[in-house]
T-cell receptor, first 113, second 110 residues
Framework: EAQVTQNPRYLITVTGKKLTVTCSQN?????MSWYRQDPGLGLRQIYY???????DKGDVPEGYKVSRKEKRNFPLILESPSPNQTSLYFC????????????FGNGTRLTVT | GEDVEQSLFLSVREGDSSVINCTYT??????LYWYKQEPGAGLQLLTY?????DMKQDQRLTVLLNKKDKHLSLRIADTQTGDSAIYFC??????????FGSGTRLSIRP
């Protein structure tokens, strides 16, 4: 089954403790992206990757890192999480960013205390 | 910068039609999308329309595009309880990224 898989689904952590949210897709998509969803703000793009070893900042990249060593994986890294990064995070992928619709994971709800 | 605007809430009676509206600012938008988000899940593509089209119909869904006014709407005929969700409008120039609206929460009254 074609899918985007994120882990974990839920995560509670403390300020400053490094964490990684994994994202994997099995559709051989070139383009992958991370979004955060906050009430009333919709989805805001954090980082995106057009292909392996190619990553770019989205609209709200501060406090986040990503890597794209392999085509299928696109982990999101929070080196020193802060409470304002408490949010619902989505990974998404698509064949190419030429209008092809995005396929989304089921989300990771992160709480930073 | 580019922006996509939607109203936050819509309540309709079961069996009525729902119309969710969206406006966008990017005149170079090539693709316009409607995504549906059910509780606890990611976004799923409902339908999309190219900017050179005025209308697209798919079963109970009708998408209307007024490119001059940069206005997009989604009509759901015979709204059912299973249609309760958040609906996101999004636009893309087909090059670098997709910009999403803040989502419209559709609730269904009996």
């Amino acid at each position: 089954e074609a899918q985007v898989t994120q882990n974990p689904r839920y995560l509670i952590t403390v300020t400053g403790k490094k964490l990684t949210v994994t994202c994997s897709q099995n559709m051989n998509h070139e383009y992958m992206s991370w979004y955060r969803q906050d009430p009333g703000l919709g989805l805001r793009q954090i980082y995106y990757s057009m292909n392996v070893e190619v990553t770019d900042k989205g609209d709200v990249p501060e406090g986040y890192k990503v890597s794209r060593k392999e085509k299928r994986n696109f982990p999101l890294i929070l080196e020193s999480p802060s409470p304002n990064q408490t949010s619902l995070y989505f990974c998404a992928s698509t064949r190419s960013q030429g209008g092809s619709p995005l396929h989304f994971g089921n989300g990771t709800r992160l709480t930073v205390t | 910068g580019e922006d996509v605007e939607q109203s936050l809430f819509l309540s309709v009676r079961e069996g009525d039609s729902s119309v969710i509206n969206c406006t966008y600012t990017d005149s170079s938008s090539t693709y316009l999308y409607w995504y549906k988000q059910e509780p606890g899940a990611g976004l799923q593509l409902l339908t999309y329309i190219f900017s050179n089209m005025d209308m697209k119909q798919d079963q109970r869904l009708t998408v209307l595009l007024n490119k001059k006014d940069k206005h997009l709407s989604l009509r759901i005929a015979d709204t059912q309880t299973g249609d309760s969700a958040i609906y996101f409008c999004a636009e893309s120039d087909g090059a670098s990224k997709i910009i999403f609206g803040s989502g419209t929460r559709l609730s269904i009254r009996p």
